[in-house]
């Protein structure tokens, strides 16, 4: 049932607009689950660029494409999404078809390293920048871990900001889940 998860309703809405030989960015590939989804979708002909700061991350996404023997279709980078105009290649600025964010920290990790603000509304910014026309960006966000508060406020403000002649934006929220709430923002680039 999609609705029982909140980033599988979220992977329904982004397989509309994913095909065979699309581009793809997962901002944030944490244990590599939205990565292996991601090269999943866009097949052999398409691409995934990946980021992390944490060198474990990329290591347990590499391992989890390789056991899930997805399409060798991505480039991981160990670096911050921020940085992300300078590492996906020029020739695809323009042409990415969806750009995934899962804020918050690596689950089962060090909960002391999250995304932050900052740089999250850096690298949003130049998602929204390298997106095609239709492209779309999704966003989950979680609040109630520390710092997941003011990035919650940041990032809803800045997509509720966004000119609704380029852009939609839509916010999806499972409501009756008890204690801190998990967001997600779709942001459509017309
Ligand atoms: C919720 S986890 C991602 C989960 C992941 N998408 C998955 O499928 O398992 C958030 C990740 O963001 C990473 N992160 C924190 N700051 C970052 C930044 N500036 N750029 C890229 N990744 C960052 C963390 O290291 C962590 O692995």
Redesign the pocket.
Known sequence: MIASNILSFAKCILSEVLEPGCIAV??????????VFLSRQVGINGHVFG????ED?ISQTEDRLDEECVPVNWTLFN????NMLRFIPEEFHGKVNVV?F??????G?DKS????SE??LE?IKASLSILNRGGMLSI?I?AGHPGGDEEDAAVRGFCTSLDYHSFRVIQSEMVNKPGFPIRMIFVSKL
């Open positions: 997962d901002a944030t590939t944490g244990n590599g689950y939205d990565t980021f992390d700061i944490q991350a670096t911050g999404h921020e995934m899962n804020l918050g920290f690596l689950p990790s390293v999250i995304t932050k740089t999250t690298a989950a979680y």
